[in-house]
């Protein structure tokens, strides 16, 4: 299987910002380190985030989002094989144990430091 890093990056969101429908040509994870509000995946049902929450959208899926409250978010793309097993679905999920922030902000003090 073969899987690469694209970016990392971080930003402060204000209560009531919008962020106009776009996509990317890889794999994107956006983690919603605090805040609330909603993401909306190829005009689906929308899915509201909470803190320790993530989404993941897949390579071309468009995407908005709406911050509700002031929200801290990291996004992280990456790629990988489509046809790997191991490739994740579009979707909202809860990092429950923090395993996944943890990682992320590992990765962010990383390249930061380069």
Known sequence: MQAGFSYISHFFHTTRRYIQRHNHNCFELVYYKEGRGNTVINKDSPLC??????????????????????????????????????????????????????????????????
Not at 57 to 75: A, G, I, L, M
Not at 93 to 103: F, N
């Open 49 to 114: 985030y909470r803190e320790n929450t993530y989404v993941i959208y897949r390579p071309y899926d468009f995407h908005t989002e709406t911050h509700d409250t002031d929200s801290f978010v990291y996004c992280l793309g990456f790629s990988m094989d489509s046809g790997s097993p191991l490739c994740p679905k579009s979707g909202l999920y809860t990092d429950a144990g923090g395993t996944i922030l943890a990682h992320i902000e590992a990765m962010s003090q990383e390249v930061n430091q380069k």
